[in-house]
């Protein structure tokens, strides 16, 4: 599975953006999908996940009610819309495959990161 995230930028605290992630490959529907962020000095963070199906996600404390990840399936694709960014909120962001949501060893292919600056 190749993916590629779109979609970052500079934007200003409470304003919404939307990433996607376009994935290569007949078993994109196979995988279960996610977002992680990662800002300088820190470690990787799985923000939000969801299962090959759909019908579980995941998502971290730090962004729970303000991001929602979706897929769709047909089209290879996933995305996360997040709502109300914060500075915080301020890393480079990746779209990652795995067989396993829950298992965040289980993401073995990724995309080139996103950046998205929260900034006023």
Partial sequence: VQLQASGGGLVQPGDSLRLSCAASGSTFSSYAMAWFR????????????????GNNRYYADAVKGRFTIGRDNAKGTVSLQMNDLKP???????????????????YEYWGPGTLVTVSS
């Fill in 38 to 53: 990662q800002t300088p000095g820190k470690e990787r963070e799985r923000v939000a996940a969801i299962s090959w199906s």
């Fill in 88 to 106: 915080d909120d301020t890393a480079v962001y990746y779209c990652a495959a795995g067989l396993i949501m829950a298992s965040v060893k289980s």
